[in-house]
């Protein structure tokens, strides 16, 4: 028998998990400052993803994987193309024109909108008369309204590191940044991943195999990708490596940003629940803030801080409306039938961050 806890072993992956994909913005910030193409760099950083999780995908799910159809082939083309190939596409021309912190922020509203979205397809259902429900909405109005501040107001900085380990530190004001559209593609970002959450939740009932499923999205972001870059990207000098710190990026970005962030995902929600996942989304802000401060020498903003805690607040109040709303389902269940143990139907929390 382990002598570690279950449930200790889940904050352990969960700190492993918000602490490497915190360094994922800083990490792709160095690369973007060192050049890198941004239609490139993403076509390779999947290509390593890929690499990871097809190897997993053939071992480990070679017994459960259903027989692969034309209707799983064009679901797997779609959600690669919402979840791989727009959401990493906005990701990184918005982190080009703000900062590791405020793309880490933003990510932080995924829940909240991933819910409102759910609510409009009718996945998620709202009860405005009790608690939970009250706090779902409230949750998701603080939410949007967070990420609107940061992407509407900047303000003063309020904080200037001293001492970092690049000579130049990252600014909103740098010639040909924008960080009004740097916001609007981290929002675009958020929309792309809070609509793969919920758009998956169909196909995965029809096929269960995770691993295979990520493996393929990867597949075609692959090639979507590469059509991309190839029609925009035409100078051969933007495809190469130029350094070890730009393979070192691609590497850190592919194997720990992409394939173990799955893999550990994949992990915890079986284990301990989303909710479990997306209670823990603030220690990446909070992580990838400091990281950027020393490593990066970036300035912190009024706007960005204001939105920061708004979103941050939001995604709780969602959390706990969730957690009270499962604590009331189960207690109606247990109520009617006390010789039967029944789990609660599907909701879009039960979503959240499972792929």
């Known amino acids: 028998m382990s002598p570690v806890p279950e449930r200790a072993k889940l904050h352990i992956a969960m700190v492993v998990f918000q602490t490497g994909y915190a360094g994922n913005p800083v990490v792709m910030r160095f690369a973007l400052n060192w050049g890198v193409s941004k239609l490139v760099f993403p076509l390779y950083r999947t290509i390593i993803a890929l690499c990871v999780l097809a190897p997993s995908a053939f071992f480990l799910e070679k017994n459960e994987r259903p027989a692969i159809n034309t209707s799983f082939l064009i679901q797997f083309f779609l959600l ?69 501040v940061i992407t509407l107001y900047q303000g003063p900085t309020i904080y200037q590191p001293s001492l970092t380990l690049m000579d130049k530190p990252i600014k909103a004001e740098e010639p040909n940044k924008n960080w009004t559209l740097g916001c609007l593609c981290l929002m675009g970002h958020c929309l792309c991943w809070s609509s793969w959450i919920v758009l998956q939740s169909p196909l995965l009932k029809k096929y269960p195999a995770r691993f295979s499923f990520v493996s393929y999205s990867c597949f075609f972001a692959v090639i979507q990708f590469f059509g991309i870059s190839a029609c925009f990207e035409r100078d051969i000098e933007r495809w190469k490596i130029s350094s070890l710190g730009v393979l070192y990026a691609l590497l850190y970005t592919g194997v720990v940003g992409s394939a173990m962030v799955f893999a550990i995902q994949i992990y915890v929600v079986e284990k301990g629940g989303p909710l479990f996942v997306s209670a823990y989304l603030p220690l990446q802000t909070l992580i990838a803030a400091l990281l950027a401060t020393f490593a990066l020498g970036e300035h912190f903003f009024l706007g960005g801080l204001i939105g920061a805690i708004l979103i941050i607040c939001g995604l709780y109040l969602v959390v706990m409306g969730k957690s009270w709303e499962s604590q009331a389902l189960h207690q109606h269940i247990a109520d009617e039938d006390n010789n039967h143990t029944h789990k609660p139907p599907s909701s879009l929390v039960q979503l959240l961050l499972s792929s």
């Open 80 to 148: 690669g193309l919402i979840g791989i190939t727009l959401n990493q596409g906005f990701y990184i021309f918005g982190l080009d024109n703000t900062s590791p912190t405020f793309a880490s922020v933003t990510e932080n509203v995924v829940p909240a909108v991933s819910f409102l979205m759910a609510v409009l397809l009718g996945i998620e259902k709202v009860e405005l008369k009790r608690r939970d429900g009250i706090a779902k909405v409230v949750g998701t109005f603080v939410s949007v309204v967070g990420s609107l």
